[in-house]
């Protein structure tokens, strides 16, 4: 199993910038697609970036633009560059894990970004 720890989050202005990062550990890194994920409360989590192992990027269209996914092999972590913070980005976001070969989704336990208006 993959153990992930967010961090990061917080409080913005409308506008500004946050960056979310996510440590794994339990599993050679270069095994692993990664992604962040987020969920309002009630709702289905959704994919906000991902990228994979030979870091392919990928964006949801309501932040391509303004967030950037970067991974770094050497230190195990995976970031989320969040600028033009806007209210409607306010929810939990999820750190992902998809390992190659034991064909296993793993998940962080959230960490809160709250836009204000």
């Known amino acids: 199993q993959v153990q992930l720890v967010e961090s990061g989050g917080g409080l913005a202005q409308n506008g500004g910038s946050l960056r979310l990062s996510c440590a794994a550990s339990?599993?050679?890194?270069?095994?692993?697609?990664m992604a962040w994920y987020r969920r309002d409360p009630g709702k289905q989590r959704q994919l906000v970036a991902s990228?994979?192992?030979?870091?392919?990027?990928r964006y949801a269209d309501s932040v391509k633009g303004r967030f950037t996914i970067s991974r770094d092999d050497a230190k195990n972590t995976v970031d989320l560059q969040m600028n033009n913070l806007k209210p409607g980005d306010t929810d939990v976001y999820f750190c992902?894990?998809?390992?190659?070969?034991?064909?296993?989704?793993?998940w962080g336990q959230g960490t809160q970004v709250t836009v204000a208006s």
């Open positions: 992902n894990a998809y390992h190659i070969s034991w064909h296993t989704m793993d």
């Open positions: 339990g599993a050679t890194f270069n095994d692993l697609d």
């Open positions: 990228i994979t192992r030979s870091g392919v990027p």
